[in-house]
């Protein structure tokens, strides 16, 4: 075997464990949609910090997301059956209110 063949097939061992494993590391297009509402429910939430109508804003965002409680509740669980998926799930929602946040900040 010439030195660059071992070269290259060095290098393809080093990339195979990146390959294939990639499902498993990604949030489904749900869950990044559950995050984003989590993230919205978050700010809503420092908004109306103790103010007695953010239960009824909550329940507003929830329905204009067409996202029911039981729904929200179903997502909850399925994210908690995994574990593993809450450190994706919640890098997600930082991600998204980071994202609300700067533009939020930014000058209009």
Same mark, same amino acid.
């Given at each position: 075997?010439?030195?660059?063949?071992?070269?290259? *097939? $060095? &290098?393809?061992?080093?990339?195979? =464990?990146?390959?294939?494993?990639g @499902?498993?590391? #990604? !949030?489904?297009?749900?869950?990044?949609?559950?995050?984003?509402?989590?993230?919205?429910?978050?700010?809503?939430?420092?908004?109306l910090?103790?103010?007695?109508?953010?239960?009824?804003?909550?329940?507003? *965002? $929830? &329905?204009?997301?067409?996202?029911? =409680?039981?729904?929200?509740?179903? @997502?909850y669980? #399925? !994210?908690?059956?995994?574990?593993?998926?809450?450190?994706?799930?919640?890098?997600?929602?930082?991600?998204?209110?980071?994202?609300?946040?700067?533009?939020?900040?930014?000058?209009?």
């Amino acid at each position: 075997m010439k030195k660059r063949d071992g070269l290259i *097939l $060095l &290098l393809a061992l080093a990339l195979l =464990p990146s390959c294939g494993g990639g @499902r498993e590391e #990604r !949030l489904s297009r749900g869950d990044r949609r559950f995050a984003r509402v989590v993230a919205e429910l978050e700010l809503l939430r420092e908004r109306l910090p103790s103010d007695p109508a953010y239960p009824d804003s909550a329940r507003a *965002l $929830l &329905l204009r997301r067409k996202i029911t =409680p039981d729904a929200f509740a179903k @997502r909850y669980q #399925r !994210l908690d059956s995994k574990p593993e998926r809450w450190a994706l799930f919640y890098s997600e929602v930082r991600a998204a209110l980071d994202s609300s946040r700067s533009s939020a900040a930014a000058p209009r």
